[in-house]
Nanobody, 114 residues
């Protein structure tokens, strides 16, 4: 069974940066598009960035120009570089296939606060 392990979150001030990592236990990145999701308290989980098998990337409008998704298929790892963080970016961040076909990991908490 595929396991997804997210890491790299933390407490930062507005304007600072974080780089999140997601490591998969299997070679899933070549099987389908991957995404980074986030879930803020009291809100539904939303997809914020996706990357397809052939490398096409999309972002939700609220993070465009600030977040960058990348991946290394050989290392079974996908990253999310988050710059110019805002308090509204506070959430638990997860990665998964864009169809959410794998069991969710524990996520990594990102808190943006002064």
């Amino acid at each position: 069974q595929v396991q997804l392990v997210e890491s790299g979150g933390g407490l930062v001030q507005p304007g600072e940066s974080l780089r999140l990592s997601c490591a998969a236990s299997g070679s899933i990145f070549s099987r389908g598009a991957m995404g980074w999701y986030r879930q803020a308290p009291g809100k539904e989980r939303e997809m914020v960035a996706t990357i397809t098998i052939d490398g096409r990337i999309n972002y939700v409008d609220s993070v465009k120009g600030r977040f960058t998704i990348s991946r290394d298929i050989a290392k079974n790892t996908v990253w999310l570089q988050m710059n110019s963080l805002k308090p509204e970016d506070t959430a638990v961040y997860y990665c998964n296939n864009v169809l959410a076909k794998y069991p969710w990991g524990q996520g990594t908490q990102v808190t943006v606060s002064s």
